[in-house]
T-cell receptor, first 115, second 111 residues
Framework: NAGVTQTPKFQVLKTGQSMTLQCAQD?????MSWYRQDPGMGLRLIHY???????DQGEVPNGYNVSRSTTEDFPLRLLSAAPSQTSVYFC??????????????FGPGTRLTVT | AQTVTQSQPEMSVQEAETVTLSCTYD???????LFWYKQPPSRQMILVIR??????QNATENRFSVNFQKAAKSFSLKISDSQLGDAAMYFC????????FGKGTHLIIQP
């Protein structure tokens, strides 16, 4: 199993550009989520999904969109990038659709810089 | 909203010694989960230990153990026989709707 994979590893965007961060898992996990990590901070939940076709907002959803058309994939879209979105982004998945009573497996992260 | 507080931005311990990392949290829920994650310089998030709030017994995983005080909303991590490979950022996390993380403690291991 590859686990949780994220692409790209690094990305530089200009203000106003759009892009999609890709996340995929091959463990047939129900729950998937996106976090951002800023310097001196822990991870903060952006969006999550408890199964295909179901998504919900986390703590910091503004400026981000998600969709979950398959169990395996959970892309994160930035529609109009802003410097405040400069961060490291982590995707995570877990077996149970509650997402919190089972181990969450994290991807390696994407470092995004918006200039 | 739940909050998680790690009051020690940085801790230093001699190799082979024991160190305790502190974590407190605030919640009105009675059923939840608590976690400690390790983040080495590689940036990978690694689960260290997990505690179910309904269990009174403290979780242990080899050299890692927790002191869970539900009434005090405290969840500290004890690392015994510290090793150089334990050097990392350690994050405490609360689980209910997604995970809420503390800001982390940077653990330094002195050889």
């Amino acid at each position: 199993n590859a686990g949780v994979t994220q692409t790209p590893k690094f990305q530089v965007l200009k203000t106003g550009q759009s892009m999609t961060l890709q996340c995929a898992q091959d463990m047939n996990h129900e729950y998937m989520s996106w976090y951002r990590q800023d310097p001196g901070m822990g991870l903060r939940l952006i969006h999550y999904s408890v199964g295909a076709g179901i998504t919900d907002q986390g703590e910091v959803p503004n400026g981000y969109n998600v969709s979950r058309s398959t169990t395996e994939d959970f892309p994160l879209r930035l529609l109009s990038a802003a410097p405040s979105q400069t961060s490291v982004y982590f995707c995570a998945s877990s077996r149970l659709n509650t997402g919190v009573d089972d181990e969450q497996y994290f991807g390696p992260g994407t470092r995004l810089t918006v200039t | 909203a739940q909050t998680v507080t790690q009051s020690q931005p940085e801790m230093s311990v001699q190799e082979a010694e024991t160190v305790t990392l502190s974590c407190t949290y605030d919640t009105s829920e009675s059923d939840y989960y608590l976690f400690w994650y390790k983040q080495p310089p590689s940036r990978q998030m690694i689960l260290v230990i997990r505690q179910e709030a309904y269990k009174q017994q403290n979780a242990t995983e080899n050299r890692f153990s927790v002191n869970f005080q539900k009434a005090a909303k405290s969840f500290s991590l004890k690392i015994s026989d510290s090793q150089l490979g334990d050097a990392a950022m350690y994050f405490c996390a609360y689980g209910a709707d997604g995970l809420t993380f503390g800001k982390g403690t940077h653990l330094i291991i002195q050889p």
